[in-house]
Each structure stands twice: as structure tokens, then as C-alpha cells.
């Protein structure tokens, strides 16, 4: 009997897949206004799991420096006037506004140091890190046809999920000894294996046989990298968020998606995928 947990999996991702693409190909303010409505959602999950320790983050200033993120970097997107400079100003005041506001609201009775490295910590991890997706879908030269910019975000958003999905069926196949068993009972390390040899192999798939004819070139070599690098880092980031959950004692982030628990559940992987890949563009010349 099909279960009703993957009924909502199916029929989420239904309409959650073509719709992202769609975003995607749109980039620009609606892209980055997406992002940081994921910035905001995926903050306020870690802060919630900081309440249920008796930690109270500064939630509305760091829910306004998630929306800022994504925004920010599209705003500063190729520019060198824009980047470096402003960006470190306005981090730097805004550590001194998170500072300010929690001497008069948190006090030394009210954890103040643990409430601000809880408060910077949520909007870097759940904001900037998939804020990258704006470099991925806006640095390659100018004159990139938009299918070719939008393959540089779906590209390793398909590994990732590829690596999942090969990660899963290995471990229920082949089982053995598990990878990490008190954060992730279900994770074997024949799963880790085999979810690493699945990106590679869609890597190389997808880089041979799709990107050029969306005029995108990469080397063997680098698509191999590439799907090293997502293989791993993808599952390091699943178990990631599983230790922040485990502290927690919850099961999941939230329920806000049918079938998927929370933003961070869903965008764990990515957290680490995403800057990862933008690095690795960066340096094979795509970027």
C-alpha cells in the first residue's frame, strides 16, 4: 500500500520542481526574492530549534538580515563597486545593532552571548549560504543565454537530488554498517558510497550530454570533480542539520511542506551544495 507520506512527497515535488525551474530561468528580483523569503523561513526553523533549548535568538533582527541577503546579492551582482567594501560595513553594523538590542533585552541573566551567535548563525547558514544560487544564475558572462545560466542552478540542484536518491537505494539494497548512527540511524556507509557514485555518474551524464547544447562547456575531469564534490558534501549536509535536530529532539525542522518537514529539511544538502559549486564554476572558468 502506497503510504501517505509519499503521496505528499509526489505531489509536492510535482509542483514544486517545475515551478522552481521556472523561477530559475526568471532569475533577477523574483529569484532573489524567493530566496530570501527562504532565508526567513529556514532562520526562523533554527531558531525555533534554539527555543526548544531555552535559547531566545533576536529574532526579528536576524529575520531582516536573511531577506537582506539574497536581495543584497543580487543588487551587487556585477559590480565591483558593490561588493567587498559595503558588504563588510554592513555586516560589521549590523553585529553592532544585534549587540545593541540584546543589552536591553537579554541581559547577563538572559544568555546574551549564546541568544547573538545563535541570532548571526541562523541567518548565515539558512540565508547566505543559499543565497550563492544568485552568483550561479547571474556570474556567467554577459550575453549567457538564460537556459545556459539557469543550468548552472539546476545542474547541481539534479545532483543532489540524484545522490539522494542513489544514496537511499543503496542503503536499502546493500545495508551494512551505518554512517553516522546517532544522528542518522538510516544512513549506511554503502549508501554514502553509493550516493557519491551516482553524482558522479549524472555529472558526467548530464555535463556531456545537455550542457553544450545549452552552450555550456566543461571538461571530463571537472564534471567528475564536480560530482565528487556534490556526493559528498550533499550528505554531509543532511547529516549536518540532522545534529541540529538531534540536539533539539525533534524528527523534523517544521511541517511546513506536506511529506518534506521544513525548509532546512528540504535545503540541508544545498546549504553546502550550492556555495560549493559556485566555487568550483568559479574556478573551472564557467563562472
Not at 532565508?39 to 531577506?67: C, H, K, M, N
Not at 540542484?157 to 543503496?170: E, N, P
Request: charged share 10%; with cysteine; aromatic share 8%.
Amino acid at each position: 500500500m502506497i503510504s501517505k507520506n509519499l503521496v505528499q512527497r509526489v505531489g509536492f515535488a510535482i509542483v514544486a520542481i517545475p515551478l522552481a525551474i521556472a523561477i530559475i530561468y526568471a532569475g533577477g528580483w523574483l529569484l532573489a526574492g524567493v530566496l530570501a523569503g527562504l532565508g526567513v523561513l529556514g532562520t526562523r526553523e533554527v531558531y525555533d530549534l534554539a527555543r526548544r533549548q531555552g535559547i531566545a535568538p533576536l529574532g526579528w533582527a536576524g529575520y531582516l538580515f536573511s531577506a537582506a541577503l539574497p536581495l543584497g546579492a543580487y543588487w551587487a551582482k556585477g559590480s565591483e563597486t558593490h561588493w567587498a567594501e559595503p558588504a563588510i560595513f554592513l555586516g560589521a553594523l549590523w553585529i553592532l545593532v544585534i549587540l545593541t538590542v540584546a543589552m536591553p533585552l537579554r541581559g547577563p541573566g538572559g544568555r546574551p552571548l549564546t541568544a547573538v551567535a545563535v541570532t548571526v548563525f541562523g541567518s548565515v547558514y539558512a540565508s547566505a549560504l543559499i543565497a550563492f544560487i544568485i552568483p550561479l544564475r547571474h556570474g556567467a558572462a554577459p550575453g549567457t543565454p538564460p537556459w545556459a545560466a539557469t543550468w548552472l542552478v539546476v545542474l547541481p540542484l539534479a545532483l543532489t537530488w540524484i545522490c539522494d536518491t542513489c544514496a537511499m537505494a543503496a542503503g536499502i539494497a546493500i545495508g551494512g554498517p551505518k554512517l553516522a548512527p546517532v544522528l542518522s540511524p538510516k544512513k549506511t556507509w554503502a549508501g554514502a558510497v553509493g550516493g557519491m557514485a551516482g553524482a558522479v555518474a549524472a555529472s558526467v551524464a548530464l555535463g556531456r550530454l545537455v550542457l553544450p547544447r545549452v552552450g555550456l562547456e566543461m571538461g571530463a575531469g571537472d564534471l567528475v570533480i564536480l560530482g565528487v564534490v556534490v556526493g559528498i558534501l550533499a550528505q554531509v549536509g543532511d547529516v549536518a542539520e540532522s545534529l541540529f535536530k538531534r540536539e533539539a529532539g525533534v524528527k523534523d525542522s517544521s511541517a511546513l511542506i506536506p511529506g518534506h518537514g521544513g525548509v532546512l529539511d528540504r535545503l540541508d544538502s544545498l546549504y553546502f551544495v550550492v556555495p560549493a559549486t559556485a566555487g568550483l564554476f568559479k574556478l573551472f572558468g564557467v563562472l
